[in-house]
């Protein structure tokens, strides 16, 4: 292949001529971007030229569509902790992020996505590509803001890097036109920002409600914790720990929660939500002080909300103001970053056990296991389940591998029984629910964690959505490991209509191809096996495989997950079948 | 009546302080719209500091609701604070501009008297036509529509509400002390903009 010779990046000193893409790719630099996920067109052509001479600093990663690029960047974010970094081309390019955006948004993950857009002189005629990606992006951003000047470059890249990462982070999209691209001008230095005059990432702590809240946990007999991504966002697991540890209260994860505290911890008493553990559900409306941690009240949580903790002073932990009493009433609202209020809140909390409240847990977990899950993880029948399919790798990986879960009956599946040692080992869509996110988010899950194992579980509806990615696999060479759980229906769609809709199977019988063949066609290893002899070893082959492998396993066709808060009961109507 | 299952909608005067910014009508109507809620009334000026807009918004709900919203505009990076009041806790007025035929105004005395006491002043007098003005409250230019409209009302149009609260020392010195410490950028001009002919396509 002929290529030009490459030029190092021109020295970012103040007053060097760089154009507007140089600006923006040293931007990046001293954010400290290591990774770009993004797909090429006419009008970021300019920025994609720059790229050329940044080799040694920004590594892109040609995905197969933009909707890959953005989930690859979340699971780059949701891994690293850092901001992931997108680029798009105008009009359909930059559409086809906006499922990425709102699963961003709704997760609160950091992003900073680059699209490209038409000349200046051009907006608003409808030209070639041209999309009002500012309007499209609006409701989905945490901010956005569309660039028509070079020298806007470095603040506005300044200001959407704080803005991605403080307070509730969130994904932040900017518009670039060709012209400010291109444009030279005088460079006068790139300074991060961490100050915007009309925004307040975090509210002011409020000692007064701290000291409410601690006499609330201090005088509760039944106080319980429910605990969402807010701890890891905030990166407080160590403080949400201490608090836990000093005051014996049992707590309960939203799936976006999981993995900040270790799955085996003995406070840890399970899954909240419409499939999760039956104890937590149920003790939702017994405890007599509900602590809510960085979690927000959703409706796959809560169930019905008239019929929900009723009985409770309810504290609730929050960085984001319009979280307080948008779903729940609060006794007592702590606003603020959780690794500034956790501290606080434990220096005033008197140490205790509470030992008979959690044992009240386990008993309705040892229910639980009775009912459901010894049947699930050790099956009976000669058909595989899900479950123990997560339970095998469980053993396998004890605990150390990040899973990447896709949408439907597998995630609930691999939320709820997978072991989890590490904070940010759960990468899933939790808000937008969007079939297709795993595979691209594994890929950038692997990028912003190279050192550990990456296992992306994906249901045969959802593979489909994003199976494009493989070739991105392909090409940068990434290690991930591909574990589809083959159930032959578009399966959590399929309980509810067995559940729901008298059987009425309407369109959720969904053929395959043959997965090990497409997986080949990219080069990546495969196997499929539909023999419960054949499990662990597929899956030790699939660990130890030195690349990406891909692993099919042929799983019992209609089976539910349960336990189940039906849609519209409350959370304690929770059924076992 | 109140109640807490049937809590009473009325009409709240939301106030927004926000950035001078292009795309934030668009972030702030969505809020609204999304939620189903009709805005009644939306008015947005420069505030007494340069850089710096106010929106005033009316619309009829619930408090819980407004109180919701209010967050959820606060939240958006370019604002700066927002406040809500209920009508008893505002003072408000909207204008009206009635357009009448000169002729008939300058033929009935009846007409001007009428217009004295809807205390309707002349903003234009034209040989075919005069305009009027009134300022106050939705009964109040109502009333003189009703009054105009026999005498060949041309055209009428009324202005969105603008609303002073009652009961603050207003945002001013906040707002000043925010543009003594951080003063609003200058905007920059495009240069590609307005030369749609002269600049290269690929
Ligand atoms: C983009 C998108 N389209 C549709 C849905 C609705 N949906 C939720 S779960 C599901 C079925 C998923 O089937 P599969 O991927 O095979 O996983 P399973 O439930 O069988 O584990 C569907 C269609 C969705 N969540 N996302």
Redesign the interface.
Known sequence: MLTQEKQAPASPETGTQLSGSQALLHALVVEGTDTIFGYPG?AIMPIYDALYDFEGDLKHILVRHEQGGIHAGQGYARSSGKVGVVFATSGPGATNLVTGLADAQIDSTPLVCITGQV?????GTDAFQEADV??IT??VT?????I??A??IPEVLAKAFH?ARSGRPGPVLIDI???AQL?KFDFQGYTPCDH????RPKPIVRKEYIRAAAELINKAKKPFVLWGQGVMLGSAEAEFKAFLEKTGIPAAWTIMGAGALPTDHPQNVGMLGMHGNYGPNVMTNECDVLIAIGMRFDDRVTGRLDKYAKQAKVIHLDI???E???NVKTTVPVWGDCKETLPLLTQLVETKKHTDWLAQFREFEQKEIDAVIREELFPASGEMTMGEVIQQLNELTKGEAIIVTDVGQHQMVACRYAKLNHTRSNITSGGLGTMGFALPAAIGAKFGAPDRTVVAVIGDGGVQMTIQELGTIMQSGIDVKILILNNQFLGMVRQWQELFHERRYSFVDITSPDYVQVAKGYGIAGRSINQREDLTNALKEMLSNPGSFLLEVMVTKENNVFPMVPQGCSVSEIRLK | MTDQTHPEKQEFNITVYTENQIGLLNRIAMIFSRRKINIESLNTSPSEIEGIHRFNIVIHVTEEVVSKIAKQIEKQIEVLKVYFNTNDDVIWQEMALYKVPTEVIAEKAKVERLLRENGARVVAIRTDYTVFETTGHREETDALIRVLQPYGLIEFVRSARVAIIKDSDGFNRKLREFERAEPGHEVVENEFLDSREKVFTM
Do not use: M, V
């Open positions: 006419g000349f200046a002189h051009l907006l500012i309007g609006t409701p945490k901010w956005n803001y569309q028509t000047d020298t806007e803005i036109t060709k012209n444009q915007i005059r009309s925004y984001d103001p319009a307080i009493d948008k």
